[in-house]
């Protein structure tokens, strides 16, 4: 089957999650098309590795660019894009990432009589009310507005097939919003490649003058409530204990240049390494280099009803995981026992759980295995890839079958 994938954001920016369920469809026969936002200079149309690619046209001017293409509910140019391209390629189905272009896609697919399934990697009410009490300015408030968030939500999830979830408190969430509980599948952000986890990779470059320093790690999105800020001053008594110690940050968002400032009034340079956003295919090798993996995650709705890629990838990595203690990321660690649980926003006791570990590389190495052992046991990505092969494949094959 011809299926498009519509993602709200800059192919292949950011898309770790779309990456597995697209190769998942690759891997199964489906032709695919990803649709994104475009940048000057990226390409509109190519090839990679037999995914199709089509980006948005992009103008030089910036301003116009963004209020043009902004992912946002009902965006003409989205209704448009998405409808052409879907036609174009013979389409048996959309599948949307996230709520901002989920009723664009159902719009398209109702025209061309086909089904929307939409991924829900994101709590997007939820995740509006951790992030905009750290947001500014009117644009980004205007369209972000929680109430109108929740209306489209109510209304996206009762009219798409599916429903994909990363957690099963996400599910009963949705399931409370009115969804029969066979339209919403669980899809997690557990490791599509745990091989790659635990290979031998080079150290890479941004940290070969670090090798004889503990590093903790952070990968992923940058946004306030992943609460980064607290490990930033939680740091100066991680660094007086293990003055070693290395804060490294794979990512980018809209809280990193605010993360760099507060760095270096707190004269914490040469101790945090900023690296920006890398593609998810390089995360191993960090990851194989790193001593402690990082969640410290601010105590909000959207966190505690959500599980990050980072975890699973800590996990299946080796790497012993201190978190903050939310329902979800709990019930995880207590399974696994992979880690150790922090109070959130509690930068004194996350220092003093980060220089206990950083001190005893038998207790350490005794979490990692747990980890790794737990993935490969419990959190498998060919059983949520099953699930979510089973549920396009249903849905979709009755309209191409009818």
């Known amino acids: 089957m011809n299926l498009l994938y519509v993602y709200d954001g800059h192919w292949p920016h950011n898309a770790t999650r779309v990456s597995k369920q697209v190769n998942v469809l690759l891997g199964a026969g489906h032709e695919v098309t990803i649709l994104s936002r475009g940048r000057l200079g990226q390409p509109r149309e190519e090839t990679q590795d037999g995914l199709s690619v089509s ?6 001017w910036t301003s116009l660019d963004r209020l043009l293409t902004y992912p946002v509910f009902l965006n003409p140019v989205w209704i448009r894009a998405i409808r052409k391209k879907a036609a174009a390629i013979g389409a048996a189905g959309i599948i949307v990432r996230d709520l901002p272009l989920a009723p664009a896609a159902i719009i398209a697919g109702r025209a061309l009589g086909i089904p929307v399934h939409y991924d829900m990697a994101e709590v997007y009410p939820a995740a509006l009310g951790s992030i905009l009490p750290h947001e500014s300015g009117p644009a980004i408030r205007a369209v972000r507005v929680l109430r109108l968030a929740e209306a489209v939500e109510r209304w996206v999830v009762r009219r798409v097939a599916t429903t994909f979830v990363v ?6 969430r949705c399931i409370g919003l009115g969804v029969p509980a066979n339209r919403v599948v669980l899809v997690g952000n557990t490791p599509e490649h745990p091989d790659d986890l635990v290979a031998d990779w080079p150290v890479p470059p941004e940290l070969a003058g670090e090798t004889d320093r503990l590093k903790l790690i952070f990968v992923g999105n940058v946004f306030a409530d992943r609460g980064l800020r607290v490990v930033l001053d939680a740091l100066p008594t991680i660094l007086d204990a293990v003055p070693s110690t290395l804060l490294v940050v794979v990512g980018d968002g809209r809280e990193l240049p605010r993360l760099k400032e507060h760095a270096q009034e707190a004269k914490l340079d040469g101790a945090v390494r900023f690296l920006g956003w890398r593609h998810h295919d390089t995360h191993a090798a960090y990851l194989r280099h790193a001593h402690i993996g990082l969640l410290p995650f601010l105590d909000t709705e959207h966190i505690r009803i959500t599980l990050a890629n980072k975890l699973f990838d800590y996990m299946g990595a080796g790497l012993p995981v201190v978190a903050t203690d939310v ?20 930068a004194e006791g996350l220092a003093r759980e980060v220089i206990g570990l950083l001190r005893d590389p038998d207790r350490r190495a005794q979490l990692g295995a747990a980890g790794l052992q737990s993935v490969a046991r419990d959190y ?3 059983d949520d890839a099953r699930r979510f092969l089973d549920a396009v494949g249903k849905q979709t094959a009755r309209v191409v079958s009818g």
């Open 380 to 382: 498998a990505w060919k």
């Open 167 to 172: 957690s099963e408190d996400s599910r009963e």
């Open 55 to 60: 980006r948005l046209p992009t103008l030089a």
């Open 327 to 346: 329902p979800s990321m709990r019930r995880v660690i207590d399974a696994s026992q992979c880690g150790i649980l922090v109070p959130p926003s509690d």
